[in-house]
Structure formats: C-alpha cells, structure tokens
C-alpha cells in the first residue's frame, strides 16, 4: 500500500502541477533576488511590488512543500526581532503573515487533495479560547483593527501547530528535524562564543541595549537582541539534543554540543533558563531510567544544593516577587494585578483581544490602562519611555483579553496537546518517534516555564515550538489509524530468498525446497506463502 503522501504528489490533478510550480517558484525567487538588489543599491521600485513577489512565491513554495515552508516560517519567526529593527514595522508583522498564510496553504492543501483534515489536540477548547476574546472585543467596543491585530498575536503559535498537523511525518522526516536543529545549535554556539570574545561590538551590532555585564563576564545574546531570547532557544536545542542522546544514537559530540549549549544558556544569567536546565535534564534522565547515571546524579545531588541552592533560590524567588510580589509596588506586579481586575470586572469574558497586556494593547496604549491609574507610572504609563514593561507578561494578558473562561480554556487546550505526547504513537514507534515526543515534553515544559514571567507565547524566538510536537504526534496517529503508516517490521520489504541451513530438515518440507524455496513452502504450507506474498499488501 503506498502512502497517502505519494498518492498525493503523483496521482491528483491537482499536484501533477509540482514541476510547473517548482519553475513559477524558482522564477518568484529570482525576481524576488532582483529587486532586493536593486533596492540595495539605491534604484526605486515599490515596496509593494516586492511584498507581492515574495507573497506569490512563498505560496508557491508552501503549495509545493509545504515543509520546507514551515522550516523557513520557523527561521523568520525566530529572528523576527531583528528584522522588525531593520525593516520597521513591516517586519514586525513579517512571521504572522507567513505564519497565517502559509497555513491557510496548507489547509486547503490537505483539504482539496485528502479531503479529510488532522484534529489538532485541544483544538476545541483553543475555539472556545478565541470566542471568548472575539466576543469581548465586540461587547466592549473595541476597534475591528486592534482586537484582529491582538487576537493573530495570541493565537499564531495554535496556527501554525494546524499547520504543522495537515502534513504527512515520517520517520525520515524526523532525522532531518534532527539534524536540522544541530545545526541550529551549532550556529548558537558559534555566535556565542563569539559574542563572549568582543561582547562590545557584538552587542553594538545585534543588541537591543547595552552590555549587561554580571560579575565582570557579559551575558550573551547571540544572534538574538536580548540575553533571555538566547536563553530560552539554547535551553530547547540542548534538550533535543540530550533526548536524541539518550533515546535514539548517543556520541561524544553530541553530548558536547549539549554541554556547550548548556553553558553558555547559563551565561546568559537568566534564573528561567537555569530552572528549565534543571527541570527539563532531570525529567530525561530518569526517563531514561540509567542505573549508573542516577547513581552518580544522586551522589552530587546534596553538593549541588549546598553550593548552588542559596544562588538559585535569590535568583527564582527574586523574579517572583518582582512580577508577583514587591506590595504590588512594581510596575510587573501591579500589570498582573490589574490582569486579575479585569478578569472580574469583565467576567467571564474579559474586556478582549489587543487591550490588556499584549503589544498590541501596548502599541495603542490601551483605554484600560488610564481607567487602571497606570499612565503615570514608570514602566506601564504612557509617555516616551514610559512603557517598556508593558508587553513583559504572559498571563496578565491571558486573563485580562480573555478573561477566565478564555484563559481556563487555553489551558485545557495546552493539557491535551501536552497528553498525546505522554502517550505512544503506536505500540512499535521507532525511537526517533520516542525522541520527538520527549523532546516536545521539554519544549512546552520551558516555554510553560518562561511564560511565569515573559510573553513566552507570542515573542521570538521560542514561541512557535510550543504546540509543534503535539501537531506532529497528531499527524503520526492519524496515518497510523489510517493505515498509511506501519513501523511494524513486518511493513518492511520481505525477503523471499532462500531459508538459512540448518542440521536437520523438517520432513515436511521436500529436497527441492533449496532450489525453489518459495514455491516448495507454499506448496507444503499453503497459508504461509500467500501470507508472505500479500504482506506488502497489508494495511
């Protein structure tokens, strides 16, 4: 049985398109690479002209392949913040319009070709999610510009996992996300240890603000603008990393790799990427379940604690009280103070999309704001300067846009896209499919993490692998139910060539069975050649 991903590329009408599509691509790309020149080097032509142009071509691409597509959104989004600072707010808005339209391809890609679409885990409580801040945003009066530009914020990363779940995985597929994200973490440490090299220059030319030197040793950024950004992807790459160690194929360098970017996450000085280190290398190890490394980890468990307890617990404590705490003095602690406000005055809906805690709501300074007292205050208010913590929280902006039925569905919604990655795809999954699933288990544990204190949902770098693995588990139990996916190794080609000599013969099987083995064993045994010869055949 051929699987569906070959019968769509080659027997729609549809697809038989590729190599015409494959040319209109590659022609998009190079006037695409024209007018990026011409720019550069100072002749005129409008702007719209190039949207338009890569517009057409990405379509092309993401109709054409589609995964590819979803790779180069991936990249986008995660430098999103440097090419907002290049290009100004057009590049703001450039990884949710390839998010969303790219989606919209693929959708209706699957759609035309399958006829059927894959149920992304929690799907219907992330529509109750949307509903509730749509329905806010109406009732409360505000602009169809602002709660659309607030809900594509909270909601792109749910997108693109739809996106992720309309495609066809296997496990061939998997190895190359594999080594794609080596990479990826290869180019980390490389420009980290560059960055700790000449960190002046360095910052001048990707940092979004001085130099934060702690201890005489700066805090790396990376290819990113802050030092958390660099942060939260080193701590995903090194946990994709250990897993691949420890469940697929282990090797010195891969342990290295992993040891480096470890260490340079903690040079950034973030207690987020410390804990979510702990948390996450833990998880794995005893998911492992090595005798030997659970030994030696318990053994220096109680030196650890001693020499980095007191530093860990200033540094999460001190974050906590910060947001959370501090009297409701702080400019955080009163934003999540006046996100619980909202929550009640507005219950159960929340005042909507784009007017709490969100940049949108920040962009536009929202009226909610004033109400709440906090145009005066350092950090929330409103003048130049004013509000550089607006958009610093995750949850705030949860309870105050959606209020408690919006953000009480967001998070059943996570829970179950978190659940099909605690449960096997198949009872015979290949290890690498182990591998994908644990490593999305420490991807939502850190981003869930990080959202405790930054808009770890919707800001670069880290965002859009929040439900990644759960749309890729959905897609491998949908063709596994189907029956165009077997890791069985039965599903395997069968070998039809002659039995393996052996001292004694059964003398059920006749002296020709050497020369014409196949035909002598179902001549004798009539159900186990016909088993043999229709195994391929089988679902």
Request: charged fraction near 10%; aromatic fraction near 10%.
């Amino acid at each position: 049985m051929r699987h569906t991903e070959d019968i769509t590329e080659s027997g729609h009408p549809w697809l038989r398109m590729t190599g015409r599509a494959v040319r209109s691509t590659v022609t998009y790309a190079a006037v695409l690479a024209a007018v990026f020149v011409s720019a550069v080097v100072g002749v005129g032509l409008p702007l719209v002209f190039f949207g338009l142009v890569a517009a057409v071509g990405f379509f092309a691409l993401a109709w054409t392949y589609p995964k590819v597509a979803l790779g180069l959104t991936l990249v986008i989004a995660a430098i999103s913040g440097q090419i907002q600072a290049a290009l100004g707010s057009v590049g703001g808005i450039a990884d949710e319009a390839m998010i969303f339209g790219a989606a919209a391809i693929i959708v209706a890609r699957r759609a035309i070709v399958e006829r059927s679409l894959v149920w992304l885990p929690g799907s219907g409580w992330f529509a109750v999610f949307v509903f509730a801040g749509s329905l806010g945003a109406i009732l409360y009066g505000t602009p169809v510009a602002i709660s659309l530009q607030g809900a594509t914020l909270l909601t792109k990363c749910i997108v693109f996992a739809v996106a992720v779940a309309q495609l066809h995985w296997r496990p061939a597929d998997l190895h190359a996300l594999a080594r794609a994200g080596f990479g990826l973490a290869i180019v980390l440490i490389a420009t980290g240890v560059v960055n700790l090299a000449i960190p002046g220059p360095w910052t001048g030319l990707f940092g979004g603000s001085a130099v934060q030197y702690y201890g005489g040793i700066p805090a790396i950024i990376g290819p990113f603008q802050q030092p958390a950004a660099y942060g939260r992807m080193a701590t995903i790459l090194a946990s994709s990393i250990l897993a691949y160690q420890l469940f697929v194929k282990s090797s010195w360098f891969g342990y290295l790799v992993a040891l480096m970017l470890t260490g340079l996450a903690l040079l950034t000085f973030r207690a987020k990427a410390l804990v979510g280190l702990m948390v996450v290398t833990t998880g794995l190890v005893l998911r492992k379940g090595n005798v030997l490394v659970l030994a030696v980890a318990a053994a220096a468990l109680p030196a650890a604690l001693i020499l980095l307890g007191p530093s860990i617990y200033v540094a999460v404590f001190g974050d906590l009280q910060l947001y959370y705490g501090a009297g409701q003095l702080s400019a955080r602690s009163r934003l999540t103070a006046g996100g619980w406000q909202i929550a009640s005055n507005y219950f159960p809906l929340g005042v909507g999309f784009g007017r709490y805690g969100s940049a949108t709501a920040a962009d536009y300074y929202s009226p909610e704001y004033t109400k709440l007292g906090f145009d005066g205050i350092y950090g929330i208010g409103s003048g130049p300067e004013m509000g550089k913590y607006l958009n610093d929280t995750q949850w705030p902006a949860l309870l105050g846009e959606t209020g408690w039925l919006g953000t009480v569905a967001f998070v059943i919604g996570a829970l179950l896209a978190l659940r099909i990655l605690l449960i096997r795809v198949s009872p015979d999954e290949p290890a690498i499919v182990r591998w994908i699933r644990f490593s999305g288990v420490c991807w939502f544990t850190l981003i869930m993490l990080d959202s405790v204190a930054a808009p770890a949902f919707t800001s670069p770098p880290s965002y859009l692998f929040l439900f990644a693995a759960s749309a890729i588990a959905a897609s491998l139990r949908t063709d596994v139910r189907n029956g165009t996916l077997d890791f069985a190794p039965s599903a395997m080609p069968v070998n039809l060539g002659p039995p393996p000599i052996t001292r004694r013969l059964s003398p059920a099987i006749p002296a020709g069975a050497f020369l014409r083995p196949n035909a002598a064993l179902a001549a004798t045994h009539p159900h186990e050649g016909t088993l043999q010869l229709q195994m391929k055949e089988a679902p």
